[in-house]
């Protein structure tokens, strides 16, 4: 027995557990996942109609109605709907069970003042959720907005999102969904249905840009032509191939299984030396494996024959997924040129040249018009980390390459997003020391580690062609950093 093996003994034990919440730390709960939605009735809160359009605020209650969610009013704390207990203390008023989730409608919501109705919403309804509960805000987006003080409104609403997750208990979430102008109702349900479900488990206090394709394409040629991308997209969704990189174990096999279950065709691409565990997930989904060194110079080529060969002269795949990468950390006083050169070329820019072969409109076996990529970044190419200043540049430029290319591609209908892990338990992450991983966990909101099939979920949101997100990164991380 190691002497990290010992540590996590303890910490596990009930001894160690009774120790931590002595110390104040609260013990984990489990969270719900899969296709689960919340099982208490949901509250609707709605802000800012008293300045706006009648018609206005129809969309947030419409997508709820085509997810079949029957809504209840939200209680509102003001003054008069409180009560004074006995020691003489105003108390908010009280739902009478569990809440499932309460929805605050604020896409009206240009004044501050107005922010004062969000927290009338929030209060009586934070004390009230369910384990695994959820807090979903819906706005506009603040780049949208037509003066000053609308867009600081709308930003306030996504720190106000921001901390509420922070404060939430027993595996509750609180997320930002931010619409476009256009955005239907069947869109925003798309959205509102991943964040309400077990789905998003470990997506915490993070914003959903939703960014229609259409948006780019002015004339009506255009836009016939991406309906027809869409309505394409959607009909191939059960069966279309799906190629991800790094497939042989981890978060890559989760992605795989995932796709597979949702009845896509699966290409898992890894290393050869990985080809026995990559062959056996392969075997399990009833897919195809190609052992291949992405860093290869036609490893594109390759990809692309692949899938002709396998599924016919005129196939097409529907969803390429980057995920396959490595670590060489070391201090950056510590780190030469072979550790720094390796991972930006594994974890950018094979991507980049797989993308230039794929991506060609004329390439048998490429990504098809109307098709999606999604990038694996990490939350340290958000906010960096000590030792990882090769990994944090390399993710960082994932994001970068992901906002690019999704300006390049809105024409063809193609949309380029990226997930953002934050700690992962995996057997990558259980080579830290316990310590550091237990101080991992602790660190978010959700007070544990996610799991692969957390990453797997938002990766399968974010290719469905009903998902109108395109050039965002959402991180996956249990709200473990702080920022943007």
Request: hydrophobic share 45%; glycine share 10%; with cysteine.
């Amino acid at each position: 027995m190691t002497i990290d093996d010992l540590i996590s003994g303890v910490l596990d034990s009930r001894i160690g557990k009774a120790v931590a919440a002595k110390a104040g730390l609260p013990e984990a709960t489990v969270l719900r996942r899969g296709e689960a939605m919340p099982s208490g009735p949901i509250a609707l809160g709605v802000v800012g109609l008293d300045v706006v359009e009648p018609d206005a605020g129809s969309l947030v209650p419409d997508a709820l109605a085509t997810l079949g969610i029957d809504v209840q009013p939200a209680l509102i704390d003001t003054p008069d709907a409180r009560t004074t207990d006995a020691d003489g203390r105003q108390r908010p008023p009280a739902y009478p069970g569990r809440l499932g989730a309460i929805v605050v409608d604020a896409t009206a919501a240009n004044r501050i003042g107005q922010l004062e109705q969000v927290r009338a919403a929030l209060r009586p309804a934070v004390k009230a959720l369910e384990p695994s509960g959820r807090v979903l805000i819906v706005a506009a987006d603040p780049a949208s907005a037509s003066d000053v003080e609308t867009a600081a409104v709308r930003q306030a609403l996504d720190g106000i999102m921001r901390s509420v997750g922070k404060e939430l208990r027993f595996g509750a979430t609180c997320n930002l969904i931010q619409v476009a102008a256009g955005t239907t109702p069947s869109e925003l349900a798309q959205v509102v249905c991943f964040a309400l479900s077990g789905r998003s488990a470990y997506v915490d206090g993070q914003p959903f840009v939703l960014t229609p394709l259409v948006e780019r394409v002015e004339t009506s040629e255009g836009l016939d032509k991406l309906d027809r991308l869409h309505d394409e997209s959607l009909d191939r969704r059960s069966g279309r191939i799906v190629v991800v990189t790094g497939a042989a174990r981890g978060i890559g096999a989760a992605i795989a299984r995932r796709f597979a279950a949702d009845g896509a065709r699966a290409v898992v691409v890894d290393v050869p030396v990985a080809g026995q565990a990559l062959a056996g997930v392969a075997n399990e989904i009833h897919g195809t494996a190609l052992q291949l060194d992405i860093t290869a110079s036609d490893a594109g080529a390759r990809i692309a024959r692949h899938v002709v060969e396998r599924y016919g002269p005129d196939a097409r795949i529907g969803a390429l997924v980057h995920c396959a990468g490595i670590l060489r950390d070391k201090l950056l006083v510590n780190l030469d040129e072979q550790r720094w050169g390796a991972v930006l070329e594994v974890n950018l820019a094979a991507q980049l040249r797989i993308n230039d072969i794929l991506l060609d409109p004329d390439q048998a076996g490429g990504v098809a018009d109307g098709g999606r990529i999604v990038a694996i970044a990490s939350t340290s190419g958000w906010a960096g980390n000590r030792g990882q200043t090769n990994y944090a540049a390399s993710k960082a430029g994932v994001m970068g390459m992901v906002r690019a290319l999704s300006a390049q591609l809105a024409d063809r209908g193609i949309a380029v997003n990226g997930v953002a892990p934050g700690f992962i338990e995996t057997d990558m992450t259980a080579s830290i020391p316990v310590i550091d991983r237990e101080i991992f966990r602790r660190s978010s909101s959700l007070l544990q580690g996610g799991r692969p099939v957390d990453v797997a979920e938002a990766i399968v949101f974010l290719a469905d062609p009903a998902t109108p997100m395109n050039g965002q990164v959402l991180r996956v991380c249990g709200q473990l950093i702080v920022g943007r």
